[in-house]
């Protein structure tokens, strides 16, 4: 019998993780719950895929800002845009 390798995953087998109880830290349940992708029904794809679509939309917000013409017009919205990315990518 082949020994397992602990890093490779069957994909008949479900991945397995922490269960999130109420004796953990604040911080730990908030990890558990948001980024690790171990723990079933957590929202870690959804929120991956958000902050993926956020860097789309800085590369075109970056591209936009040096369109004059765009970027006068809508300069307060840029600059709105700025400090929320800055706020979320902190904050991830």
């Not at 008949?12 to 990890?31: C, H, N, W």
């Not at 004059?68 to 800055?86: M, N, P, T």
């Amino acid at each position: 019998m082949a020994a397992s390798n602990p890093l490779h995953l069957n994909e008949d087998q479900p991945l397995e993780g922490p269960v999130i109880t109420e004796d953990m830290s604040f911080r730990r349940k908030a990890y558990l719950w948001l980024l690790d992708e171990t723990v079933e029904g957590n929202y870690q794809k959804a929120i991956d895929r958000w902050i993926a679509l956020l860097i789309i939309f800085n590369l075109f917000a970056l591209l936009f800002e040096h369109v004059s013409v765009i970027y006068e017009a809508y300069q307060g919205w840029f600059q709105v845009f700025d400090v929320f990315s800055v706020a979320v990518f902190t904050l991830e």
